[in-house]
């Protein structure tokens, strides 16, 4: 307990320095003032060489060390006027013949605070400084009886001694900058990441979207027209309204799924790596459930592009679908674009196409590409959605085409047929699968 109660003592204390640093400077400047009081007053006393030989000197040596204590007192709060001050001391007392005393321990200390600071002419000043003084003050005041050797040697130690002072300074300059721009690089990476992390959020959120748009927008229109045929032939034909029921039920039954699906993505934290997989960079894991999410169905692709048909078929939507070229395995991502793709035009086409209307779906397999055709012969969108960039009404149906088929590095072409109805055409690359 008395170790820890002292450990905290101390940490007050530096703590106090650290806050107040003109107090603890101050403190040093009055103690420099009562050495320097000391040193004048013994020169009255006697006739001691390297002390104020006379009573001008004496005088005049009173605002010399009130001077250079006040540099030191100060030399943190205003360290570029504490060097003029300093500097402006050193040449009154050349000027007054006043020795050199303890007051003009102040010259150090000034000299290493201003090569601490990131102020550059300050610097190279107190630097050509600590190279002169000594020299200025060895040949104004000689030792009487001193060699030429030893005034050298004398001269060059206390050169040393500054310039020392100049290199500790200017390495504390130099660590504080680069702890500075560490701090600076964290901060950044800090900045980067958070942002980062919010377009990685606002992907996954529109991924989402666009999933749960194409999930209720196909199969609530599949329901809403086995509800209407069941409502009109409720009477007169038992049979094919136990059918549409049916119908109706396994819709419905599919869209919880796929709907269970996107939300286990969202509570299981899985969404940045189904987004990925998304992206062309997943491989298959959503397709085989190896993701993390394996109670969900897996992520629709070619394959059920022909159960997707009779779907639709079944809701009386006539289509006619072929497959051109050698069907192999794709990539996670581009199947999933071109299953949804081909989900929206479908939907679009019983949305848009008016009565009686048909539609085609065309799969071709290329050597580097996969290429989409979806039309039919029906009315078609208005042309004022087409432009607005949706033939849903909201502006989300081909959008959201048109970021899947992008995310995969493909391209999209879309409008209203020169006969009549309307055109999608997708050319998804494959290359990223080799």
Known sequence: MPALNTLCYVNRIYDFIRRHPTWVDSWWAVLLLMMSAVWLVSSVRS??????QGPKEQ??????????????????RVPEKMLVLATGTGVAQVVTHVAVGPSNFAMLVIVFTVASRSIRWASRFAL????????????????EGQTLVAAILGDVF????FLLAWVLGDSLRTRRAYYAQLEERATRLEKEREAQTQIAAAAERARIARELHDVVAHNVSVMVVQADGAAYVLDSAPDQTKQALETISGTGRQALAEMRRLLGV????????????????GGREGRDG???????LPQPGVEQLSELIEQVRGAGLAVGFTIEGTPRPLPSSVELTAYRVVQEALTNTRKHGGPEVG???????????????????????????????????????????RERVGMVGGSLETGPRPGGG???????????AH
């Not at 009173?62 to 943190?76: G, K």
């Open 59 to 76: 005088i005049a040596a009173v605002p010399i060390v009130l001077a250079m204590c006040t540099v030191v007192a100060l030399r943190r």
């Open 290 to 296: 190896r993701d993390g999410v394996g109670e969900y």
């Open 47 to 52: 006739d001691g060489e390297g002390m104020p």
């Open 359 to 401: 539609a085609t779906v065309r799969l071709r397999y290329g050597a580097d590409e996969l290429s989409l055709l979806a039309e039919d012969d029906g009315r078609g969108a208005e042309r004022e959605l087409y432009e607005d960039g949706g033939t849903d009404g909201l502006g989300h149906g081909l959008i959201g085409m």
């Open 422 to 432: 309307f055109r999608i055409s997708a050319v998804l690359p494959l290359k990223a």
């Open 266 to 281: 969202l509570r299981t934290g899985e969404g940045v790596a189904a987004a990925g997989g998304a992206n062309g960079h």
């Open 128 to 143: 050509c400084a600590a190279l002169v003084a000594p020299t200025i003050a060895a040949v104004r005041w000689p030792e």
């Open 158 to 161: 206390m050169t040393v001694t």
